[in-house]
């Protein structure tokens, strides 16, 4: 049977896990770097979802990858360390 042009569009968007979407979410107010978007997401979910760093950044790649966001290397703020010199944002 024939898919629908509907069905095979459907087929091609990007799956956004729920860690995905609440970091997206974390990003809608503005740019953020990594630990403060860890923050963020706990902040919104009151706790249910508490994301490692690791998962994060994976998140980060992705999405990066798939032109959801964008990340500068703009340093943040004085005394941050070179591991949250990222700052990423939504595109516009």
């Known amino acids: 049977m024939a898919r629908s042009p509907e069905e095979s569009a459907a087929e091609q968007q990007p799956v956004l896990s729920p860690a995905m979407f609440h970091v997206l979410l974390a990003l809608a107010d503005g740019?953020?770097?990594?630990y403060a978007i860890l923050k963020e997401v706990k902040r919104r979910t009151g706790g249910k979802v508490q994301l490692s760093a690791g998962t994060l950044y994976?998140?980060?790649?992705r999405l990066n990858g798939e032109d959801w966001i964008v990340e500068s290397n703009d340093?943040?703020?004085a005394g941050l360390d070179e591991s949250?010199?990222?700052?990423?944002v939504l595109p516009n």
């Open 31 to 34: 740019e953020k770097h990594g």
């Open 58 to 61: 994976g998140i980060i790649k």
């Open 75 to 77: 340093r943040p703020a």
């Open 84 to 88: 949250a010199a990222a700052i990423i």
